[in-house]
């Protein structure tokens, strides 16, 4: 029965237990615990810094797999596909199958907390096959074929269920309580049998260059709260085509780019109102209105009431 052989990634066995394995990198003297749930099941605990190991392209030996990735923080960006990158933010679901090749990775954040479930159906032994069989009706098969039919990386959406779930199996990863971590990765699995995936995956990637641009056109955004920077500007700015930049954009930060940036420029000006005596007029330049009524205007579409109010609600509250 084939084995996922870690020593390709340049780890080495460092210490194993009935339930954990520990590798260290040999490179970084980075550590890596991968927690063994049921034959064939494993969850390896993400606590990567940005590390130069997995920048680089390799190739693997792997059999027959799929693997659930999900980010409690931190964004992981991965290039499976040549030319096609995907990213893992905070309570995203990723699932991938027989991908062999790594074209490029990276963290994006200072560092990235979550979780790899991998699953090789081939190595799982008949006495689980037939404990999920009895006691879930799950076959660990069947989803495998369920989620090869599929591209060989997608992202869930709109899965809350899922996302609960994650959580929880991630917290009790940090406690090492390995029973409540199977019933989890129980209940997750059998959660994606039962879901009908064709209905809530997405397929949507971009280019490495996209992104990177697309990450700088917010961060612009961030630094020039106080002028009036159209989408059509920033994709001029950046070389970046309306359409491409647009679904970038919400791909990336769940919200247009207009959307984003009215809400990002009210939260500063929320800020200012709350912490300082400056008249609003003021506030209103500071965020790129000229006049008090189209920045009042502005404010009420998100706070629902006027400046002067959320002012005096907020001063009210302190002195309570």
């Avoid at 008090?292 to 109010?309: E, H, L, Q, W």
């Amino acid at each position: 029965m084939k084995e996922i052989d870690y020593s390709q990634w340049k780890m080495s066995l460092l210490y194993e237990n009935e339930n954990k394995r520990i590798y260290i990198d040999q490179s970084s003297g980075f550590k890596y615990t991968i927690y063994k749930l049921f034959s064939g099941i494993e969850v390896m605990h993400c606590n990567f810094v940005n590390n130069d190991q997995w920048s680089k392209p390799a190739t693997f030996k792997v059999p027959k797999y799929f693997q659930i990735a999900y980010s409690h923080n931190g964004v992981f960006q991965l290039e499976l596909n040549k030319g096609k990158t995907v990213w893992c933010d905070p309570g995203d679901l990723y699932v991938f199958h027989d991908i062999n090749k790594r074209h490029y990775s990276d963290i994006l954040t200072t560092d990235f907390h979550g979780f790899h479930l991998i699953i090789t159906p081939d190595m799982i032994d008949k006495a689980t096959h037939d404990y999920f069989i009895k006691y879930f009706k799950l076959s660990i098969a069947d989803l495998y074929k369920k989620i090869h039919g599929l591209r060989p990386m997608f992202k869930l959406k709109s899965f809350d269920n899922a996302v609960h779930i994650c959580e929880e199996l991630y917290e009790n990863i940090l406690e090492e309580m390995i029973g409540v971590m199977r019933i989890k990765t129980i209940e997750l699995l059998l959660l994606l049998y039962k879901t009908n995936l064709d209905q809530i995956h997405i397929y949507r990637s971009f280019t490495k260059e996209t992104i990177e641009k697309t990450r700088k056109a917010r961060a612009y955004m961030d630094e020039n709260l106080d002028k009036n920077i159209t989408v059509e500007y920033l994709c001029i700015k950046f070389d970046l085509t309306l359409t491409l930049f647009k679904n970038c954009f919400k791909e990336l930060f769940q919200h247009a780019p207009y959307e984003y940036y009215l809400k990002t420029k009210m939260a500063k000006a929320a800020e200012l109102l709350e912490n300082t005596k400056q008249d609003i007029l003021s506030i209103a330049l500071e965020v790129g209105y000229v006049n008090s009524s189209s920045f009042a205007r502005a404010f009420r579409k998100i706070y629902n009431t006027s400046p002067s109010k959320f002012r005096e609600n907020k001063l009210f509250t302190k002195t309570q």
